[in-house]
């Protein structure tokens, strides 16, 4: 300690030793391996977060594409499929489980020759991992009607 009562009343020492005291602290310890951890544990924590939302809306499409080739096989035969009937079948799908879909974002394709139809959706889902990643992707599903 500093027993000088100029110093001590200018406190030119007075940041110096609580810096001083406060690295010989465990608080210091606790302090410096929270940091160390945070860097590391925050971008996992949300690079988790975003593979379970492009998992989810993967499934999604999937499931988008399994009732519109539901919808489109029962009138192959009767009425022609055309892509007001493939938008009318994926929002019926899509109000009752789509909830990160972006409709507007969404690419639907019918393409249909000789008895068969292909409905292929796409959608390009943003990975963002703060830091790390920002990065878009397609997904991708496929369904063939017979």
Do not use: W
């Not at 027993?3 to 030793?17: E, N, S």
């Not at 609580?18 to 860097?39: C, D, I, N, P, T």
């Not at 999937?62 to 080739?69: G, P």
């Not at 790390?132 to 397609?138: K, N, S, V, Y």
């Amino acid at each position: 300690m500093i027993d000088d009562p100029c110093v001590r009343a200018r406190g030119l020492r007075k940041p110096l030793i609580a810096v001083q005291a406060f690295s010989r602290s465990e608080r210091a310890s606790v302090s410096v391996e929270f940091a160390l951890v945070a860097l590391l544990a925050i971008p996992l924590f949300f690079g988790i977060f975003e593979i379970g939302r492009a998992f989810y809306n993967k499934s999604t499409l999937d499931y988008l594409a399994d009732e519109i080739a539901r919808a489109a096989a029962i009138r192959l035969d009767s009425v022609a499929i055309d892509t007001a009937f493939m938008d009318a079948a994926m929002d019926e799908a899509l109000n009752a489980v789509a909830i990160f879909i972006d409709r507007a974002a969404l690419d639907r394709q019918l393409v249909s020759n000789n008895g068969e139809a292909t409905v292929v959706l796409s959608y390009p889902h943003q990975l963002r991992v703060p830091m790390i990643l920002d990065e878009t992707i397609t997904l991708t599903a496929t369904r063939i009607l017979r």
